[in-house]
């Protein structure tokens, strides 16, 4: 995961890459459609998707080969808080019943 400043909005964002599967056009399908049902999404506990794309040759260059040519990615709001901030634990019941 990368962080930076997303151009257009001056928010600070998290930059991810997808590296398995990157080339099989089926898992780019079902990335994009997760991508877009989570960019409709709005909730103060949700992280805002801005952009989403596949790299570009020419950016692929840019970054001497640290992102690969064809990768999809995600640009989301960087997170203010993780669960590793949380001072109490949450029963193992509760967690399950979330998560699942």
């Known amino acids: 995961m990368w962080t930076g400043v997303h151009r257009g909005q001056g928010v600070q964002v998290a ?5 398995v599967g ?3 056009a089926e ?9 877009e049902i989570l ?8 992280v805002r998707i801005w952009d989403h794309g596949i790299v570009p040759p020419a950016a692929a260059a840019e ?3 640290k992102v690969r040519e064809g990768a999809p ?3 989301m709001e960087q997170g203010r808080a993780t669960l ?3 001072k109490d634990v949450l029963p193992w019941g509760r ?3 979330v998560a699942w």
């Open 15 to 19: 930059v991810k890459f997808l590296t």
């Open 22 to 24: 990157r080339r099989s």
């Open 27 to 35: 898992v780019r399908e079902v990335f994009t459609r997760e991508v």
């Open 39 to 46: 960019a409709g999404l709005d909730h103060p506990n949700i």
């Open 63 to 65: 970054l001497g080969g």
């Open 73 to 75: 990615y995600l640009v």
């Open 84 to 86: 590793g901030d949380r």
């Open 95 to 97: 967690v399950r019943r």
